[in-house]
């Protein structure tokens, strides 16, 4: 048994070695009982720092020092925001390893590490800024919107999987109150539409303009490239009980709009989902 043992001298946990092959992984097998990021954790044997990539091959005994994090310049900061946007997966490593805190107390001119990392689709990054402990929450400073909602807009497919996983709020909205679900069917996004659905996202939501998810995505025209897309996105909320004759007020049915727009796939969808033939615009 491997016996991990705190500052103060007292036994923390006691593990197995085959649980553990590296300091990594012993680093993050005690970030929930210690509550601390491996960033801020630092294990020691005969009073020599083991390395992350250090084997623990017959140690007995290791002890566990926590550090605070640094008190970041505005340089470093920046440096930590720059990085992340470009994606830097082993410099991003290094600055939290100082340990740096993985979100801005200044952002001053550049958005928050996490917010960059995902709407650039840097997922490496994004997992090492939430493996960080960085708020999965943070708002642009400039439009308002959290990282999952940024990622939807964008496309992308992986950072929204890394985020949903990190416990990201699926019913967080923008100024226009529109939720991860109705920006990804607007931007004709089929994967992240399903990924959202199977992550229990709320279906029948509606945004400021009492918009549902299936209504911005009919009523938008598209260019060939991205009609496959748009059709794919529609189907797959049809299929997930998205009713076909829900509608805003004082404006189409969504068949009525499909029509409107020459979507005919799309009115073929809604048909043989039982759209209403019948029912009358205002």
């Not at 740096?100 to 990392?117: I, M, N, T």
């Not at 919107?145 to 929204?160: H, Y």
């Not at 949903?164 to 100024?175: C, F, P, Q, Y």
């Not at 607007?186 to 303009?209: D, G, K, M």
Request: hydrophobic share 40%.
């Amino acid at each position: 048994m491997l016996h991990v043992w705190t500052a103060a001298g007292e036994e923390l946990t006691a593990i197995p070695w085959e649980t553990v092959s590296d300091a990594k992984q012993l680093k993050q097998h005690l970030q929930p009982l210690c509550e601390a990021p491996r960033f801020r954790q630092r294990l020691l044997t005969d009073g020599r720092i083991l390395e992350d990539d250090m084997s623990l091959s017959n140690l007995v005994d290791v002890q566990l020092v926590l550090l605070p994090f640094i008190t970041p310049s505005q340089e470093q900061e920046d440096e930590l925001a720059i990085l992340a946007a470009e994606g830097m997966i082993a410099e991003v490593e290094t600055i939290l390893q100082r340990p740096q805190s993985p979100s801005c107390a200044d952002p001053r001119d550049y958005e928050q590490p996490l917010f960059l990392a995902c709407k650039n689709g840097h997922v490496a990054i994004a997992r090492l800024l939430l493996e960080a402990d960085a708020d999965v929450e943070t708002r642009s400073r400039w439009c308002g919107i959290t990282p999952l909602l940024a990622a939807c807009a964008e496309g992308r497919e992986q950072v929204v999987r890394v985020l949903l996983e990190g416990g990201a709020n699926k019913e967080a909205r923008d100024r226009r109150g529109s939720t991860p679900l109705l920006v990804a069917a607007h931007c004709f996004c089929p994967e992240i539409v399903c990924l959202l659905l199977e992550a229990n996202a709320e279906r029948t939501v509606r945004n400021s303009y009492g918009e549902t998810p299936l209504w911005v995505a009919i009523n938008k025209d598209s260019f060939q490239h991205a009609k496959r897309r748009q059709e794919e996105v529609v189907c797959h909320l049809l299929r997930r009980v998205a009713d076909p004759n829900c509608r805003v007020q004082g404006q189409n049915y969504p068949l009525h709009m499909a029509c409107r727009r020459g979507h005919v796939r799309i009115a073929k969808l809604l048909l043989q989902a039982r759209a209403d033939q019948q029912l009358s615009s205002d």
